[in-house]
């Protein structure tokens, strides 16, 4: 059985260096690019809903809306 000492300076030995993460913003910014993308495609595959005028007038779905995409947002802010 190895000691802790022998498998540390072994894996210590053989560590490589490794390529350090980007900034965490420039994911988040990253990642939400590649989100509003897909929801582009799936719009553009799906179209546009056809009472969207009516509902961009009504004060509870731009409130909604808002909410979500507040929420999307402040989301990929606290997983990186």
Do not use: C, Y
Request: no cysteine; charged share 10%.
């Amino acid at each position: 059985m190895t000691t802790t000492p022998d498998l540390i300076n072994a894996l210590v030995s053989a560590a490589t260096p490794v390529k350090p993460l980007r900034h965490p913003m420039l994911r988040v910014v990253a990642w939400l690019i590649f989100a509003a993308l897909i929801l582009a495609v799936i719009a553009i595959g799906h179209g546009m809903r056809s009472d969207l005028t009516i509902r961009l007038q009504q004060p509870t779905f731009i409130i909604a809306t808002a909410g979500s995409l507040l929420t999307s947002i402040l989301a990929a802010i606290a997983s990186s």
